[in-house]
């Protein structure tokens, strides 16, 4: 599964640019298209229009505005695709599970273009539950966005909604559902938007995306987890505002995603430099061996009350990431939809330049990643490019994206996951010759050099021009694992609640997490840059008790959720608007 050349397809999981596609014509806008009796009621708002009314002062997102510049963006050619988000039985490696998925499949199949194109995907609901469809990392109008309530209306069961929009920025994404805790089931798949002048040079690519998997195990679904996190309170709005957390404004941490360089060891004394160092090697992990053999854990009671929670939650903690890991400790993790007892087996030939993608689609984990055997070269993160740098292995926060080449040595090599602070596994097989082992070593990359965004600077054709912004929001993130309530500056997720920019303006946002958690903070619709010609990115790390400055040009009008990407995180309420004014 998505394995492919520069100029072949590979793999049978793989949607080239071009392939299974078809010529279209169409409406320039959404349509919502009804299924049955639970489709869109008579009379309501038109096609694709939110659930709650946009303010006068703001930019809705189906205003002029967001047409307009659409239109600059100009359309290009129509590649069709039809999408069903259904029930079905998926084969994990280690044993089947019952779930969602798209088209039957985990990771759904690949959606491949060229920047420039239009994709026009019509997304069919035939899940007991409504849904939408949001594309990650995608710099896309606004009323694609596919966030219920904001962006458009939720997609009930039996009924269908047409996306349709340009995909002008080349490089890595991924689409998953906007709806409550979706995500943490199958309901994934990457997004690949070809650059037609593409600079790099290498003969195969790969496509690996990272999932941590509980559904369907033992009873276990992402819903009653998320029950049993929350003690039955529920989403956002049913949280308290008191935050639990600490008074120090973030001003003790460096840059949220200050973690690693391989020699220097993880302190509990940080700075507001821009970076940090911490060592690989002192993380509280296992010394889990990445192997064929997988453990598969079974059904768990759940007890409702959060000191249960926290005895449920990840037993493990990191120094990486500043203490806990995460909440949830999953029976399986996987690497394109297979556990480490069947991994999925990669061919190469030595010498072969190979470019891998590498999506963080779980949702509770970070994953620690390496190639047995090979060093590789980070190219791309969140989709932008950077000045090329090598590293021995890359941690990735839930939404990340990496692409890096390597150069294929001769045998077999395990593609190495750990689970960040959770004592656990997955793994893939690059493989030249021979068959695969049963059992691998720990490669020793995963304890040499690691690589975070912080340490990488943005390619000079996409380093934001210097300037001082225009506008500072400053966002801090609060809440405690003791009561969950977690939130962004003391308030739970409110629809209507607007932090205001306006189009043209640099506008900085200043991330302090007063939490005693890391967060993986993902905003909608934009690409921020870190600090010092830093990386361009969507998604950011923030460690506990740190904070981080990005900057962003607001040239995308409409309202664009800013959001925790731990799924349980965000749906307890930890997720706003940035709003464009008129």
């Known amino acids: 599964m998505y394995e492919k050349t520069r100029r072949a397809v590979l793999g049978t999981g793989i949607a080239a640019a071009g392939s299974g596609l078809l010529a279209a014509c169409g409406s320039s806008g959404p349509r919502h298209r009804t299924g049955g009796p639970d489709g869109n009621a008579m009379g309501?708002?038109?096609p694709g229009a939110p659930a709650g009314d946009t303010p006068a002062q703001y930019v809705s997102p189906h205003g002029p505005e967001v047409a307009a510049t659409e239109r600059e963006r100009g359309p290009g050619p129509v590649r069709t695709f039809r999408l069903t988000?259904?029930?079905?039985?998926?084969?994990?490696?280690?044993?089947?599970?019952?779930?969602?998925?798209?088209?039957?499949q985990m990771p759904g199949r690949e959606i491949r273009v060229t920047a420039g194109d239009t994709i026009a995907l019509s997304l069919a609901n035939n899940l007991p539950q409504p849904t939408t469809l949001h594309w990650h990392g995608v710099r896309l109008?606004?009323?694609?966005?596919?966030?219920?309530?904001?962006?458009q209306r939720p997609i009930k069961t039996g009924a269908a909604f047409d996306y349709r929009f340009t995909a002008f920025y080349p490089g890595t994404y991924w689409i998953h559902p906007h709806s409550g805790v979706q995500l943490d089931r199958g309901l994934y798949a990457p997004l690949i938007v070809e650059d037609p002048k593409e600079p790099l040079a290498y003969d195969k690519e790969w496509v690996v995306v990272l999932d941590d998997w509980l559904d369907g195990v033992g009873g276990r679904t992402p819903e009653k987890e998320f029950a049993r996190l929350t003690a039955g309170r529920g989403g956002a709005m049913g949280h308290a505002m008191d935050d639990g957390s600490a008074d120090d404004d973030g001003k003790r941490g460096a840059t949220a995603t200050a973690t690693a360089k391989t020699t220097a060891k993880a302190t509990a004394k940080t700075t507001a430099k821009t970076t940090a160092k911490a060592s690989p090697k002192a993380t509280a992990t296992a010394k889990g061996t990445a192997t064929a053999k997988g453990t598969a854990a079974g059904g768990t009671k759940h007890d409702r009350s959060p000191s249960a929670a926290r005895k449920k939650a990840a037993p493990l903690g990191s120094r990486l990431l500043g203490g806990r890991a995460g909440n949830v400790a999953y029976p399986?993790?996987?690497?394109?939809?297979?556990?480490?007892?069947?991994?999925?087996?990669?061919r190469a030939k030595r010498g072969d330049r190979v470019r891998i993608r590498i999506i963080n689609a779980g949702g509770d984990t970070a994953f620690r990643v390496a190639l047995g055997g090979h060093r590789m070269t980070v190219t791309h993160t969140d989709g932008y490019p950077v000045v090329p740098a090598k590293t021995d292995a890359l941690l990735l926060g839930m939404g990340e994206r990496y692409d890096v080449l390597v150069t294929v040595k001769d045998g077999v090599f395990p593609l190495a996951v750990i689970a960040e602070g959770k004592g656990r596994s997955a793994m893939a097989v690059l493989r030249?010759?021979?068959?695969?082992?049963?059992?691998?070593?720990r490669p020793k990359e995963l304890?040499?050099?690691?690589?975070?965004?912080?340490?990488?600077?943005a390619a000079e054709d996409v380093r934001l021009t210097p300037k001082e912004p225009d506008r500072i929001i400053r966002m801090r993130l609060t809440g405690s694992m003791r009561r969950w309530?977690?939130?962004?500056?003391?308030?739970?997720?409110?629809?209507?609640?607007?932090?205001?920019?306006?189009?043209?303006?640099?506008?900085?946002?200043?991330?302090i997490n007063g939490t005693d958690m890391w967060h993986p903070i993902h905003l909608h619709g934009h690409t921020f840059a870190l600090t010092d010609g830093g990386a361009r990115k969507d998604t950011t790390v923030l460690l506990p008790h740190h904070k981080v400055n990005v900057d962003l040009d607001a040239d995308n009008p409409g309202l664009w959720m800013v959001h925790c990407h731990n799924v349980y995180h965000s749906e307890s309420g930890m997720m706003t608007i940035l709003g464009y004014q008129k």
């Open 447 to 457: 304890d040499g050099e690691l690589l975070t965004a912080d340490r990488l600077k």
């Open 44 to 46: 309501a708002p038109g």
């Open 485 to 511: 309530d977690w939130a962004i500056n003391g308030r739970p997720y409110d629809p209507s609640q607007r932090y205001p920019v306006r189009e043209g303006e640099r506008v900085r946002i200043s991330f």
């Open 432 to 441: 030249t010759r021979g068959k695969s082992p049963v059992k691998f070593p």
């Open 85 to 104: 988000a259904t029930a079905t039985t998926l084969d994990i490696g280690a044993r089947k599970v019952t779930s969602w998925a798209y088209e039957d």
């Open 141 to 151: 109008r606004n009323d694609m966005d596919g966030v219920p309530g904001v962006t």
């Open 332 to 346: 399986y993790y996987l690497v394109n939809g297979r556990s480490s007892q069947s991994p999925q087996v990669f």
